[in-house]
């Protein structure tokens, strides 16, 4: 009884958890940096970094990764208040194409089979840690999404789908869930693990039961 309780406690312990974080991403924010991804330039360089996220998350391949508005708007004209959501400007088409900057935006390097591309919408790709993509960059938009984790990756990096930031408002907020690994337990956890007094109290019912066994066989 005793092993059979450690073994499913010290499982427990070294289980793949999730872990569920809000994250509020500027509007200004472009999605990667284009001079660290010379094979996916956007914009006029006006964009601010990309929102980062590194921490509290396990990014081995294959890990599932789920995004989902929140709340926030954002305006791509700074005379107009913000008014789209992380679907972004839906009367304003992106997809591969040129924007007034003369460059593409983001989303000239997402997957085709996703368009529409709209304006403004919130994209974000897997990145390694010098920042450079991992896979393929992906819209998030409201969600939910789900995206798995490619090889390589050790940090998720969201931003928008515009060509010139600069007079960009607002901001979108999310919530991103994935994989948090709980640190496989010492040798001194597993020793209190196995001291813990539910393993005391089921030694005690372990041996009432075979007492009362024995008075019934008598």
Request: proline residues 10%.
């Given at each position: 009884m005793r092993v059979r309780l450690a073994s499913m406690l010290i499982a427990l312990l070294i289980s793949t958890h999730s872990v569920a974080?809000?994250?509020?991403?500027?509007?200004?924010?472009?999605?990667?940096?284009?001079?660290?991804?010379?094979?996916?330039?956007?914009?006029?360089?006006?964009?601010?970094?990309?929102?980062?996220?590194?921490?509290?998350?396990?990014?081995?391949?294959?890990?599932?990764?789920?995004?989902?508005?929140?709340?926030g708007l954002t305006s791509t004209y700074d005379q107009v208040p913000p008014y789209a959501d992380a679907n972004g400007d839906i009367d304003y088409l992106a997809n591969d194409f040129l924007g007034n900057s003369g460059n593409y935006f983001p989303s000239a390097y997402?997957?085709?089979?996703?368009?529409?591309?709209?304006?403004?919408?919130?994209?974000?790709?897997?990145?390694?840690?010098?920042?450079?993509?991992?896979?393929?960059?992906?819209?998030?938009?409201?969600?939910?999404?789900?995206?798995?984790?490619?090889?390589?990756a050790t940090l998720i990096l969201l931003g928008f789908n515009d060509d010139i930031f600069q007079d960009n408002t607002g901001s979108i907020t999310l919530s991103v869930t994935g994989p948090s690994v709980v640190p496989e337990p010492t040798g001194a956890a597993i020793v209190a693990v196995m001291a813990a007094p539910s393993f005391g109290i089921a030694m005690r019912s372990r041996r009432l039961a075979i007492k009362r066994q024995r008075r019934q066989q008598s």
């Open positions: 974080s809000v994250f509020t991403v500027d509007a200004t924010s472009g999605p990667w940096d284009p001079d660290l991804n010379p094979t996916a330039v956007y914009g006029d360089g006006s964009d601010s970094p990309a929102f980062s996220i590194t921490s509290g998350f396990d990014f081995t391949a294959g890990g599932l990764f789920t995004f989902e508005y929140i709340s997402v997957n085709p089979l996703t368009y529409p591309a709209y304006l403004n919408a919130l994209i974000g790709t897997f990145a390694d840690a010098s920042g450079a993509i991992v896979g393929t960059p992906f819209f998030v938009g409201n969600g939910p999404l789900s995206v798995a984790a490619p090889t390589g």
